[in-house]
Nanobody, 121 residues
Framework: QVQLVESGGGLVQPGGSLSLTCAASGSILSINSMAWYRQAPGKERELVASITRGGITNYADSVKGRFTISRDNAKNTVYLKMNSLKPEDTAAYYC???????????????WGKGALVTVSS
């Protein structure tokens, strides 16, 4: 089995910064793309940013220039650095990994349980 664990959420004032980390562990041969999604109360889950194994990134228009996604392939970890945070960034943030599972050689998406980010004064 594969587990993804997010950390780093919390309360921050508007204009502040916060960093999220997501570490994958378990029966992992390799990880293709990794991504961060978020879901605000009463809204659908949306893609925030994604990164390929080779480092190609993609961002939602709403976070371009403010958020930076990065990863450490050796540690099976993805990061999200969030700057200039706004109240509308308040949401539960989930990481997703497209994993090639060891032994089974199958490809499957796995999700973390989420980290809450609250932007409020």
């Amino acid at each position: 089995q594969v587990q993804l664990v997010e950390s780093g959420g919390g309360l921050v004032q508007p204009g502040g910064s916060l960093s999220l980390t997501c570490a994958a562990s378990g029966s992992i041969l390799s990880i293709n793309s990794m991504a961060w999604y978020r879901q605000a109360p009463g809204k659908e889950r949306e893609l925030v940013a994604s990164i390929t194994r080779g480092g190609i990134t993609n961002y939602a228009d709403s976070v371009k220039g403010r958020f930076t996604i990065s990863r450490d392939n050796a540690k099976n970890t993805v990061y999200l650095k969030m700057n200039s945070l706004k109240p509308e960034d308040t949401a539960a943030y989930y990481c997703k990994a497209n994993v090639i599972r060891a032994g089974l050689y199958s490809v499957m998406d796995f999700w973390g349980k989420g980290a809450l980010v609250t932007v409020s004064s």
